[in-house]
């Protein structure tokens, strides 16, 4: 049998208005109830392995600031310790025979700016052994290294100390003029002593009062 549609529907409103019935009355009498129960249900809802939340913050403990650990460890550099060398032990001091004689040293400056010399060479070399009471020639290689030029007549080679070996007196007049830079040999004749033994004597260039060059001999004579 076949229903209108109108009373269908009325039979729905019918049996909907009978559930309602039936179904209990809830009465919430207090809001502060009804929210807690509600989050009562909620929290039991939450998973197990959810800690419940806390009204209460709780401060955390102050950690220490972070400090940077070093890569590495500066290692001190190992230092070597330098063997001592061998105490070297000192020449022994030659003998007056060895050493050059007095201020006739070659290369040696010696003089002031306008009056200044140097000894280049000597012949013979100082201790040379030659016989007694014979003539002896000696040359001194002198340069001049002063400003002035050591004119003709106006300078003096004279002798200044040591043995007296001069052939023709202590004292002659310089025999030609040398110019500033120029090298000259200078001659002086001596006589060696009759008797054996070593023997210095010192000469030297004069300009008035002033002598600004020293050339020496030692001769040894036997």
Known sequence: MIFPLRNFLVFLVFLALTISACAPVVTIDDPQVA?????AATIAALPTN????S???TRRPAQALFTPTPLFTPVPVFSITPVPSSTTEPSPTPSETDLP???GEVGKYQGHGNFACMVMGQKPIDWK???ADKLLYVVWTIKNVGAKEWR???LEIIYVEGTKMYEFGPSQELAYTIPPGDTRDIVVVLRTPKAGGD???GFGLQ?????????RIGVSVR
């Open 55 to 57: 009204a209460t913050m």
């Open 129 to 131: 052994k030659v016989k």
């Open 35 to 39: 929210m807690e129960t509600m989050v």
């Open 199 to 201: 023997y210095l004597a």
């Open 207 to 215: 300009h008035g009062s002033d002598v600004f060059c020293d050339f």
């Open 101 to 103: 004689v007095g201020g």
């Open 50 to 53: 959810t800690p419940p939340p």
């Open 152 to 154: 003709q007549g106006a």
